[in-house]
């Protein structure tokens, strides 16, 4: 059975696509692709760029394949794989597979693509039709050309080969499908958290994406949960916490890098902002973590590179809420993108 699987992640400024050997949980070296992204893209040049990251990945492949070469395999993707089968899921609102109806080129046959499975696993942001593969961008701030945009029909005709499938899957999910491929295999429920722009989050039974469930906020997503009655992202977002320490010092602030730089040097305002926002980020996850009877929790995004700043008031917000929370596995990942590209590759292959 081929196990080299393609992929694609999309990100707020960037789409990743690369080649995944799921057998040893990492990157094939040299099919890596990153273009950048714009949050006002249009979609002629979204679908452009995805398709010249995706088609260099298949070429990249194509190369290696013709030329007899071993693959070399990335050695800055995680090395604690492990291989697990995983058993097919139903469609979620954060996961599903959409097939266009014509024959597939890309087979275990077809001319230096052996060992290529012609399904590929997308990894998308929400809000999103992920059965369908439509963007659902309307008033989020991000990618509002493309709302309403079927990306998997109107993306599959520029691959080439040109797929069976696409599978779409919210890219949340993918991060935590692929933390638990590479280092968390035994946990039997565990939380993503993704902190950056926003709060993305995902949960999983073993290896299934819950959302309907009265264990789980609505569809599985923290982002929809409230602080002091107003929406989590208020509190806890890029956006919240430079303007609330722009309004404490009248000083703008460049986004969360910057904040947290400010903080790591004693900036009293900055360090405040902070904590407050990630203690209360931990006082609304620990009720849902609590009743999904978590017991690991990874956490990736851009200001998780800041964790010794960040990490000490959301455990604070964990356990003051329930000290059991203190037994929990908490893990940090800064290599989220890569473990979103081999978490769509391990849904890509359910079912299969």
Do not use: C
Request: avoid cysteine; aromatic fraction near 4%; proline fraction near 7%.
């Amino acid at each position: 059975m081929p196990s080299v699987v393609p992929v694609l992640e999309v990100g707020g400024s960037h789409v990743t696509a690369a080649a995944v050997d799921l057998d040893r949980g990492r990157i094939a070296d040299g099919t890596r692709r990153r273009l950048p992204l714009t949050p006002g893209i249009g979609s002629e040049d979204f679908l452009a760029a995805l398709a010249e990251a995706a088609n260099g990945v298949l070429s990249a492949l194509s190369a290696s394949s013709a030329s007899s070469a071993p693959s070399a395999l990335s050695a800055s993707s995680a090395s604690s794989a492990s291989s697990a089968s995983s058993a097919p899921s139903a469609p979620s609102a954060s996961s599903a597979s959409f097939a266009p109806s014509v024959p597939s080129a890309l087979s275990e046959t077809t001319p230096g693509a052996r060992g290529i499975r012609d399904t590929w696993g997308i990894a998308v942001p929400g809000p999103f039709d992920y059965a369908r593969g439509i963007a659902r961008y309307h008033g989020v701030g991000k990618f509002a050309a493309l709302d309403g945009l079927a990306v998997g029909e109107l993306l599959t005709p520029r691959l080439n080969p040109r797929p069976a499938r696409l599978r779409f899957l919210n890219d949340a999910s993918a991060f935590a499908l692929g933390a638990r491929h590479t280092a968390h295999a035994d946990s039997r429920r565990l939380v993503a958290v993704t902190l950056g722009t926003g709060v993305g989050s995902a949960f999983l039974d073993q290896r299934t994406i819950v959302e309907d469930d009265p264990r789980v906020p609505p569809e599985g997503r923290v982002d929809l949960l409230t602080i002091d009655g107003r929406p989590l992202e208020d509190t806890v977002s890029t956006r919240a916490m430079t303007a609330r320490y722009t309004d404490r010092t009248g000083r703008p602030v460049d986004g969360l890098r910057e904040l947290t730089a400010l903080a790591a040097v004693d900036d009293a305002t900055a360090r405040d902002v902070i904590t407050s926002a990630l203690r209360a980020l931990g006082t609304a996850l620990a009720p849902w973590l609590i009743a999904f009877e978590a017991d690991t929790v990874v956490f990736g995004g851009s200001i998780t590179a800041a964790w010794p700043l960040i990490g000490p008031p959301l455990t604070a917000g964990l356990t003051h809420h329930d000290p059991r929370l203190a037994r929990l596995t908490l893990s940090v990942h800064d290599d989220g993108e890569d473990q979103a590209l081999l978490g769509a590759a391990v849904f890509a292959t359910r079912g299969a």
